[in-house]
T-cell receptor
Framework: KQEVTQIPAALSVPEGENLVLNCSFTDSAIYNLQWFRQDPGKGLTSLLL?????REQTSGRLNASLDKSSGRSTLYIAASQPGDSATYLCAVANAGNMLTFGGGTRLMVKP | NAGVTQTPKFQVLKTGQSMTLQCAQD?????MYWYRQDPGMGLRLIYY???????DKGEVPNGYNVSRLNKREFSLRLESAAPSQTSVYFC?????????????FGPGTRLLVL
C-alpha cells in the first residue's frame, strides 16, 4: 500500500525567503506526482504535475523535483510572499490515476 | 465554465439519517472521484468512476454508495449516517483514467453527523 509523508507539517517563514517542502512515498511504481494548494475552507488547486519519466517541473516561482528511486519529491518556492500562505499537498498517482495524498504542509509567510 | 461544482456546501445530519451529495463537472471529463478529508489524514479516495456507467471502490468505501448518473454527474450517498462520517467531502474529475492527468477539485461539502 502506497504511503505518502510530508515534512514539515507546518512552516512559518518571513516574506522573501526561499523555501523547500518535502514529500516522500513508499512505492516507486508511480504514474505521476502532483502538488496541490489548498486555501482554508476551499478545494484543491493543482500547481504542478510531474510525470514518472520527468525529473522536474517549473511554473513561475515554483519548482518541483522528483526522484523516483529514492521515493522523494520537493517543492521549491522562490521569494515567498504572504499570498503563498496555504496548505500544500503532495499526491502520487498509481494505476488508474488514483491519488494517494500526504497529510500536507501548512505554510505561513509573514509580511 | 464552472469546473466542478458540489452541493450542498454544508450539511448537518443526525445519526441514521440519509443524504446524497451531488457533484457535476462541465469539462467533458471521463473520470470522476469522491474523496474525504479528515484532519491530519490527508484526502482518501472513497469511490471513483472511470467512465459513464462504471464505478469502483477506493480506499474507504464502507458506508457509502455512488451513482454515475451521466457523464457530467457523480453522486455520493450515505444511507445511514454515522458520526465517523463527519468530514469534508471533495469531488474531482479528470479527462482520462490511467493516463497522466491532472485532477480538478470541487469546493467541498462539509458534513457534520451528530
Amino acid at each position: 500500500k502506497q504511503e505518502v509523508t510530508q515534512i514539515p507539517a507546518a512552516l512559518s517563514v518571513p516574506e522573501g525567503e526561499n523555501l523547500v517542502l518535502n514529500c516522500s512515498f513508499t512505492d516507486s511504481a508511480i504514474y505521476n506526482l502532483q502538488w496541490f494548494r489548498q486555501d482554508p475552507g476551499k478545494g484543491l488547486t493543482s500547481l504542478l504535475l510531474i510525470q514518472s519519466s520527468q525529473r522536474e517541473q517549473t511554473s513561475g516561482r515554483l519548482n518541483a523535483s522528483l526522484d523516483k528511486s529514492s521515493g522523494r519529491s520537493t517543492l521549491y518556492i522562490a521569494a515567498s510572499q504572504p499570498g503563498d500562505s496555504a496548505t500544500y499537498l503532495c499526491a502520487v498517482a498509481n494505476a488508474g490515476n488514483m491519488l494517494t495524498f500526504g497529510g500536507g504542509t501548512r505554510l505561513m509567510v509573514k509580511p | 465554465n464552472a469546473g466542478v461544482t458540489q452541493t450542498p456546501k454544508f450539511q448537518v445530519l443526525k445519526t441514521g439519517q440519509s443524504m446524497t451529495l451531488q457533484c457535476a463537472q462541465d469539462m467533458n471529463h471521463n473520470s470522476m472521484y469522491w474523496y474525504r478529508q479528515d484532519p491530519g489524514m490527508g484526502l482518501r479516495l472513497i469511490y471513483y468512476s472511470a467512465s459513464e456507467g462504471t464505478t469502483d471502490k477506493g480506499e474507504v468505501p464502507n458506508g457509502y454508495n455512488v451513482s454515475r448518473l451521466n457523464k457530467r454527474e457523480f453522486s455520493l450517498r450515505l444511507e445511514s449516517a454515522a458520526p465517523s462520517q463527519t468530514s469534508v467531502y471533495f469531488c474531482a474529475s479528470s479527462l482520462d483514467r490511467g493516463k497522466v492527468e491532472t485532477q480538478y477539485f470541487g469546493p467541498g461539502t462539509r458534513l457534520l453527523v451528530l
